[in-house]
């Protein structure tokens, strides 16, 4: 079965760190470029960083510009987020998502909740 | 950035109706456009990308028309499973890949 499993999510208080993982079974991540998506309690949908599949290029959300960093690592069939400088507006269940041949995202994960508050 | 605008916000339709959804673009988004179902407590599902083209495994009732600003999702006759979100994504100028901010489909 095919299954991206995000994990790492959890209470954090405001100012603090957390690092994410979207680990991939029967699925093969390192062909893949990959997005991290996020979605605050009861709202929409928001785009939040994009890696390439050799790294060469990452694109991210202006709201964490700075404060999240990306990464991956295609021997561990792995995507990473880490995210610092925790705000209360970062509170959101957090999805990795693989690209497509077009820039969509093609297949998600079931997301990790990140709660922000002290 | 792109601003994606969806109508109505929410859509009440009975079982076996014509649900039609609505997303505008700030500017052109040419036909690079995408359509998404979510489900309580579920990842979304791509079901449209460029604008027309159904996703794998993704059944004939769901089609998707338009191009440059206005796009359009119809479920032609609506099952129980159809009830859900369903958001609308550029990727014609990005980053920022940008989405609506969704139209829930609910039972009449």
């Known amino acids: 079965e095919v299954q991206l499993l995000e994990s790492g999510g959890g209470l954090v208080q405001p100012g603090g760190s957390l690092r994410l993982s979207c680990a991939a079974s029967?699925?093969?991540?390192?062909?893949?470029?990959m997005n991290w998506v996020r979605q605050a309690p009861g709202k929409g949908l928001e785009w939040v960083s994009y890696?390439?599949?050799?790294?060469?290029?990452?694109f991210y959300a202006d709201s964490v510009k700075g404060r999240f960093t990306i990464s991956r690592d295609n021997a561990k069939n792995s995507l990473y987020l880490q995210m610092n400088s925790l705000r209360d507006e970062d509170t959101a269940v957090y999805f990795c998502?693989?690209?497509?041949?077009?820039?969509?995202?093609?297949?998600w994960g079931q997301g990790t909740l990140v709660t922000v508050s002290s | 950035e792109i601003v994606m605008t969806q109508s109505p916000a929410t859509l009440s339709v009975s079982p076996g109706g014509r649900a039609t959804l609505s997303c505008r673009a700030s500017?052109?988004?040419?036909?690079?456009l995408a359509w998404y179902q979510q489900k309580p407590g579920q990842a979304p599902r791509l079901l449209i990308y460029?604008?027309?083209n159904r996703a794998a495994g993704i059944p004939a009732r769901f089609s998707g028309s338009g191009s440059g600003t206005e796009f359009t999702l119809t479920i032609s006759s609506l099952q129980s499973e159809d009830f859900a979100l369903y958001y609308c994504?550029?990727?014609?100028?990005?980053?920022?890949?940008?989405f609506g901010g969704g139209t829930k489909v609910e039972i009449k």
């Open positions: 998502a693989s690209r497509g041949v077009e820039p969509t995202f093609d297949f």
């Open positions: 029967g699925f093969t991540l390192s062909s893949y470029s």
């Open positions: 890696i390439s599949i050799s790294r060469s290029t990452i």
């Open positions: 500017q052109s988004v040419s036909s690079n």
């Open positions: 460029g604008a027309s």
């Open positions: 994504q550029q990727y014609n100028n990005w980053p920022p890949l940008t």
